[in-house]
């Protein structure tokens, strides 16, 4: 099984502050990467797959970078709605796995 | 509008049984995968299952393999999830979400159902 460890568990900061967040895989999973937004109550929200590209109607303030093992989500200037929690998956391999979250909280 | 909507969650006791369904509406659902995934109280996100299209082909995830079965019905856009000899570990919102042409990512989500496992 592909373990994604996400860091930082926690990051605060401030509407207007950029964000970057980091997901490292276990083994090599090529671009397979996938990341998603969820806030308290909802469903999560599909924002980039296949490492950087964007999802249906996600904002350009959304991007992912990455290969191999190691990726970042970039929000380039928060906004009150992105306060939420962010998790990393891979397809490379079954069974699909879920990095254990990041919440981005307000400063 | 894509839609999602699960039903049939619950309380049961340990060792008992519940079926998930999931209703799709807004996309034709015969040419998408279909997954299963849960959230149990205050943690992440556990990938359960996925069904390919057609139906012929499934897969799990270790901790539910041999106790859960997915399922469709094109004719009714419509996937299940049987679940049995549930425990309380099982405890958790189950998403149903819509795989995008390339499997594995899932691009729209239901809201849940959630599932309570106790005595």
């Known amino acids: 099984e592909i373990v994604l460890t996400q860091s930082p568990a926690t990051l605060s900061l401030s509407p207007g502050d950029r964000a970057t967040l980091s997901c490292r895989a276990s083994q090599i999973i090529n671009t397979y990467l996938a990341w998603y937004q969820q806030k308290p109550g909802q469903a999560p929200r599909l924002l980039i797959y296949d490492e950087s590209n964007r999802a249906t109607g996600i904002p350009d303030r959304f991007s992912g970078s990455g290969s191999g093992t190691d990726f970042t989500l970039t929000i380039s200037s928060l906004e009150p709605e992105d306060f939420a929690v962010y998790y990393c998956q891979q397809r490379h391999n079954w069974p699909w796995t879920f990095g254990q979250g990041t919440k981005v909280e307000i400063k | 509008e894509v839609q999602l909507l699960e039903s049939g969650g619950g309380l049961v006791q340990p060792g008992g049984s519940l079926r998930l369904s999931c209703g799709a509406s807004g996309f034709t659902f015969r040419n998408h995968a279909m997954s299963w995934v849960r959230q149990a109280p205050g943690k992440g996100l556990e990938w359960v299952s996925t069904?390919?299209?057609?139906?012929?082909?499934?897969f799990y995830g270790d901790s539910v393999k041999g106790r859960f079965t997915i399922s469709r019905d094109n004719s009714k856009n419509t996937v299940f999830l049987q679940m049995n000899s549930l425990k309380a570990g099982d405890t958790a919102v189950y998403f149903c979400?819509?795989?995008?042409?390339?499997?594995?990512?899932?691009?729209?989500w239901g809201r849940g159902s959630t599932v309570t496992v106790s005595s």
């Open positions: 069904i390919s299209g057609s139906g012929d082909q499934t």
């Open positions: 979400a819509k795989d995008a042409l390339r499997l594995g990512v899932m691009d729209v």
